[in-house]
């Protein structure tokens, strides 16, 4: 530096500004960023041009339109003649839907063959190890088309049925049927109750752990937590009057052939494409989900055990609160990517057939031609799903992360 | 480094300004010499690969007819196969230079799409297939099945008109693809599969037991199938009409493809014009004056191609029925060459 400023005094030729690596460096910054900011207005004035010359609309005038198509599963109210905009919504409802059972699902499954996979047992832990490298090494695609065709061909036909748990649950090639609950007016009692045995618990733990830590005894938190959130809904229920009921799914032996099986529209059905997509995309992830629970739990120093044994904690309890809790450290960021995964190839199931937002948004695309609106729609929810996980995944992380004291 | 990448930048960036300029679709046809033809995934009869990836069917036909409308050589087109929700982006965004896809033609297509038919090659209309042990006889008899179909087609929206027009519930599952809605039918998920009609007889020879179904009487749409251009370049749209026109006239005209050479040398002064032995009608769409004898050598008239692909010889087995000439009590009526 010292020599340069000298250098500079003894000879005070000027350099070419371009030489000068600051007045460089951001030159070429700007430049780029001028280069980007030209291609996507370039890009976006071309795109409008070329739909003008071509004669196509654009804008969202078309989500009030009739919609027109029928829609096997809708969570919120649709028919044939209800709107593109509320089949979107019926689309992305479904999506949702796949991406909270399926994660809940594969986390209790990777979890799960993940500490299988790290059992002392020869059998239990080569059964999770041929799990794992089974499904991990398959195309999800396949395994969908699987658990789709090969489930739908071993159960019987629509006019038949499997029933169980004392004839309340059925299953047949067209779904998964069951009871549906009805609720009358009157009724919000039961969902206050829930809210209140929800509040129950939270206080009831608290109290527990307080009490443990300054007394040493402990608390069955899990049983009374469990009878309050069925004790007080079942409480609420019969002192309102029982302003509930079921509705049973009605099977007809005779009638005309089509009306011979389940009718339509009664009792609660989960179609089988939900279930083998659900299905397909928990056992997936659950593979990943199982081999960063394995990385995590190993990432432990093997002293953590060790040191807990010496205390004469035992196993179960070393496991669970040696263990895990600095397993989760490593486990949460990698879990988080496998989240966002299933989320994202819930997508495929426009290939089996299940009103999922791409589905039903590719017909409403196919019906409407306003192609770069839908895609443009899809792009931004599955982002702002994303995003939703991971920000919440980030703030559990950073809750479990080491607390230095 | 940044030095080196700078030029690159700058010329991709031209490139993209450069592309605002279009030439038309016959120029960027001959330019690159082939024509890039848009078909189904997969419909025999209609447009099916082989085992050697040799495309067939009356769709894939026409394609063939242009490419040698426009370089005299039946075999300068590429395919691609496309779903049917893909199909019309594919053409609107230039990656095909025309649908052939067994595509029905619709106001809304026909004027929002920026998409232009250029006629008919096929009169279909939408039907159901079910199991004959059903017992079932009538499509009325439908209430509460489960209909299986194809996503994003006017079959969906037919079928939902249908069902609520007759009061009658109904459940639809719908795929992405015709292969997974026949497994699908074939396994039981559903009672009923609907689509085309002539669909319907070439997706039957996939099932298992294809003596086990039958395509009921109702018809319950209009389907005018028809090939597709983009709008807004007349040119290219009268090559894919008067291609189609060729053909229906030459069968009317008893052109063949065995015959052709010899009709050259025919008195009939309206064979003359169509195999462009006098006038010139070819140059002023583009085109040489003998067009219409190149699509006749190389696919034949609109019989030979119906006959050999969907006809009664084939195993779709489909009569001419409406899609016959008109002077054989038929639908087909092709303005003439003059």
Not at chain 1, 119 to 132: E, M
Request: with cysteine; proline share 4%.
């Amino acid at each position: 530096m010292s020599s340069e400023t000298q250098d500079a005094a003894v000879k005070p030729a000027r350099a070419s500004l371009m030489n000068d690596p600051q007045v460089r460096g951001l030159f070429y910054q700007v430049l780029l960023v001028l280069v980007l900011v030209f291609l996507g207005w370039q890009i976006v004035s071309n795109t409008m041009a070329n739909l003008e010359r071509q004669n196509i609309a654009s804008g969202f005038g078309f989500m009030e339109n009739t919609a027109g198509f029928g829609i096997i599963q809708a969570l919120v109210d649709y028919s044939e003649t209800s709107s593109y905009g509320q089949a979107l919504l019926v689309g992305f409802f479904n999506t949702l839907l796949v991406a909270v059972i399926g994660i809940f699902l594969a986390t209790i499954i990777g979890f799960v063959v993940g500490i299988a996979r790290l059992s002392n047992n020869w059998v239990i832990s080569k059964i999770a190890y041929c799990y794992i490298e089974l499904v991990r090494n398959i195309p999800l695609l396949l395994q969908i088309f699987f658990w789709y065709f090969a489930v739908l061909r071993a159960v019987p036909g629509k006019r038949d049925k499997w029933s169980f748990l004392f004839d309340t649950f059925h299953l047949n090639i067209a779904g998964l049927r069951g009871p549906k609950p009805v609720f009358e007016p009157g009724s919000g009692a039961i969902g206050y109750a829930v809210i209140a045995a929800i509040i129950g618990m939270v206080v009831l733990s608290r109290w527990a752990r307080k009490r443990q830590e300054a007394t040493g005894r402990q608390f069955p938190v899990f049983w009374s937590s469990l009878g309050l959130l069925i004790g007080l809904p079942m409480l609420a229920y019969l002192l309102t009057g029982m302003p509930m009921h079921f509705d049973l799914p009605i099977f007809n032996e005779t009638g005309p052939v089509f009306s011979r099986g389940f009718e339509l529209g009664t009792g609660f059905n989960v179609i089988p494409e939900f279930l083998a997509l659900t299905l397909a995309l928990a056992i997936y992830t659950a593979s990943f989900i199982a081999e960063i629970v394995r990385a995590g739990i190993q990432a432990v120093s093997h002293g953590q055990t060790e040191a807990a044994s010496a205390l004469g904690i035992r196993p179960g309890h070393t496991l669970r609160l040696v263990v895990i809790p600095q397993a989760m450290r490593v486990i949460i960021p990698p879990l988080t990517s496998q989240y966002l995964n299933l989320t994202k190839n819930s997508s495929l199931a426009v290939a089996i057939a299940f009103p999922d937002l791409v589905s039903v948004g590719g017909t409403v695309l196919n019906q409407t031609g306003q192609a770069i609106e839908i895609i443009g729609i899809w792009m931004a929810v599955y982002l702002s799903l994303s995003l939703l996980t991971s920000s919440f995944m980030n703030w559990y992380n950073q809750r479990m992360a080491l607390v230095e004291r | 480094m940044s030095i080196k990448i700078l030029p690159l930048v700058l010329g991709a960036a031209m490139g993209v300004a450069a592309t605002a300029a279009h030439a038309t679709t016959l120029e960027d046809v001959k330019a690159k010499g082939f024509i890039q033809c848009g078909v189904s995934q997969g419909l025999p009869g209609f447009s099916n690969p082989d085992a050697e990836g040799t495309w067939s069917g009356i769709d894939v036909d026409f394609c063939k007819a242009m490419a040698a409308a426009v370089f005299g050589d039946g075999s300068a087109v590429k395919f691609t196969p496309l779903s049917a929700k893909e199909r019309f982006t594919a053409l609107s965004s230039g990656e095909i230079d025309v649908l052939s896809r067994n595509t029905t033609w619709t106001m809304t297509r026909d004027t929002q799409l920026g998409l232009n038919f250029a006629g008919v090659n096929y009169y279909d209309g939408q039907g159901f297939m079910v199991r004959k042990d059903l017992g079932v006889t009538s499509a009325l008899e439908m209430s509460g099945a489960s209909v299986c179909t194809n996503t994003g087609t006017t079959t969906e929206l037919n079928v939902a008109d249908y069902f609520r027009a007759n009061n009658m519930p109904y459940e639809i599952v719908a795929f992405e693809k015709a292969d997974e809605v026949v497994q699908a039918y074939d396994a039981g998920r559903c009672d009923v599969y609907t689509t085309d009609a002539s669909g319907l007889y070439a997706q039957r020879l996939k099932l298992t037991n294809p003596g086990d179904h039958m395509v009921l009487p109702e018809i319950i749409s209009k389907e005018p199938l028809g090939p597709v251009v983009r709008q807004g370049d007349d040119e290219w749209f009268n090559i894919a009409k008067w291609t189609l026109n060729v053909m229906i006239n030459a069968e009317e005209l008893g052109v063949t493809m065995a015959n052709v050479d010899d009709m050259k040398s025919s008195d009939n002064p309206s064979i003359k014009r169509l195999l462009g032995v006098e006038g010139a009608y070819g140059e002023p769409i583009g085109l040489s004056n003998d067009f219409g004898y190149s699509i006749v050598k190389a696919v034949g008239n609109y019989g030979e191609s119906f006959d050999a692909n969907v006809g009664p010889d084939t195993p779709l087995g489909i009569a001419r029925g409406v899609n016959a000439l008109w002077s054989q009590g038929g639908f087909l009526y092709a303005p003439p060459v003059r």
